[in-house]
């Protein structure tokens, strides 16, 4: 039996997002639990987002997509504008794997892919694939399609190389406002220590999750007692998020993808397991 096997872990991405990881989850026997902390919405003016988007076609010498969430948007924006998604002349970067496979479900396919997936990896990638070619990123005309809440770090990379960067707010990650039911079963099952892992994906969603829990103790609701609950994030910008608000992070993916997520909760428990066979309670 598979230590995960039993342990009820709460899934706190977008409740679009989260059949994946709870897929995943419920075929090792772990039991996850649903509170979304955030929705993705997109922009209330489009009048930016259409004319980046269509500079793909012509002004741009890559496009860069940090999330499937921005994929989605832009793609299904030009399909109801009537562009084909497929007839792009701007190389695509995506922060990883699983932005890339959400783009070629739209019939394209990333030009690169960074073996780090985060910003920095991005940026990185970018640089060597144009050293590689024997020139530099000076002059490239880049489009970030991002969130509107994003690191500035890519932005700051990509122009210190020399690279003209627009940058688009193609969605907006914001607060659920939640069903408050679900709210208050999760919130008696942190008070009662029900919950044995918290799992974050983003620091948008470790964000959201502490004014959830800010809110309810502001309403007279005793603070639940996170010790002993073991914290998991997805990789190091989510767990720095996580510890700057004072969350005590207990796994850290090597890999930051949803596979990876889930990999490091088994080892996590493995090791566990092997802990106690090496130190037996006497």
């Known amino acids: 039996m598979a230590e995960i096997e039993g342990k009820r872990i709460l899934v706190t991405r977008t409740r ?22 955030i929705t993705i919405v997109p922009p209330d003016d489009w009048s930016e987002l259409d004319t980046a988007l269509l500079g793909l076609y012509e002004r741009y010498d890559w496009v860069i997509f940090t ?48 073996s780090t997936f985060i910003a920095e990896g991005v ?34 990379e990509l122009r210190e190389a020399g690279a003209i960067v627009d940058v688009v707010a193609a969605y907006f990650t914001v607060p659920v406002t939640g069903n408050a039911a679900e709210s208050q079963a999760v919130f008696q099952m942190l008070q009662t220590r029900q919950l044995d892992l918290l799992t974050f994906t983003s620091s948008s969603t470790v964000r959201n999750f ?20 073991a914290i998991a994030c997805i990789g190091p910008i989510t767990a720095q998020t996580a510890r700057e608000l004072g969350l005590h992070v207990t796994i850290e993916a090597q890999e930051f993808t949803i596979p990876g ?9 493995e090791d566990a397991k092997n802990d106690r066979a090496d130190n037996p309670i006497k």
């Open 16 to 37: 679009e997002q989260a059949s994946v990881l709870c897929e995943q989850l419920r075929s090792l026997g772990a039991f996850p639990i649903e509170l979304p902390t």
């Open 67 to 114: 999330s499937a969430n921005g994929v989605k948007i832009c793609m299904e924006r030009l399909r109801s504008r009537g562009y084909d998604p497929t007839r792009i002349k701007a190389r695509v970067a995506t922060i990883g794997p699983a932005t890339a496979a959400a783009l070629q479900t739209y019939g394209v396919t990333a030009n690169l892919v960074p």
């Open 123 to 156: 940026a990185a990638a970018l640089r060597e694939d144009a050293q590689r070619k024997g020139h530099s990123l000076a002059g490239q005309r880049i489009l970030l399609a991002r969130a509107a809440e994003a690191r500035e770090v890519l932005i700051t």
């Open 210 to 229: 502490v004014h959830w829990l800010n809110t309810c103790t502001a309403q007279g609701l005793q603070q639940p007692d996170l010790s002993q609950v």
């Open 261 to 269: 997520l889930v990999e490091a909760i088994l080892h996590y428990y």
